[in-house]
């Protein structure tokens, strides 16, 4: 199975950029790609997704028009550009492609392949 690692985490103050990435141990992109976040205490939710063969993007509406989702097919790497950083957008951010061809990626319990989460913090 796919093994996927996620970096780029970190601490960064309000109105800062991260840029996290996911590097897979195989090719993913004939399926779903997408991050997901959860805050403590709360549950995991959708922020990007790439599907249909990387022609279409859906972003979470807490996150359109500062966040983009991109990947790097010959890397087998996806990334995600986050810009004008909250504090609400402090959680853990995991990377996931769906388990086959069929999965769409929209939701936490889908049949999804997880990466190990990268932790971002984001001061006022």
């Known amino acids: 199975q796919v093994q996927l690692v996620e970096s780029g985490g970190g601490s960064v103050q309000a109105g800062g950029s991260l840029r996290l990435s996911c590097t897979a141990s195989?090719?993913?992109?004939?399926?779903?790609v997408a991050w997901f976040r959860q805050a403590p205490g709360k549950e995991r939710e959708g922020v990007a997704v790439i599907y249909d063969g990387g022609r279409s993007t859906y972003y979470a509406d807490s996150v359109k028009g500062r966040f983009a989702i991109s990947r790097d097919n010959a890397e087998n790497t996806l990334f995600l550009q986050m810009n004008s950083l909250r504090p609400e957008d402090t959680a853990m951010y995991y990377c996931a492609a769906g388990a086959s061809v069929f999965s769409r990626c929209r939701s936490p319990d889908d049949s999804l392949i997880w990466g190990q989460g990268t932790q971002v913090t984001v001061s006022s």
């Open positions: 195989g090719y993913i992109f004939n399926r779903c």
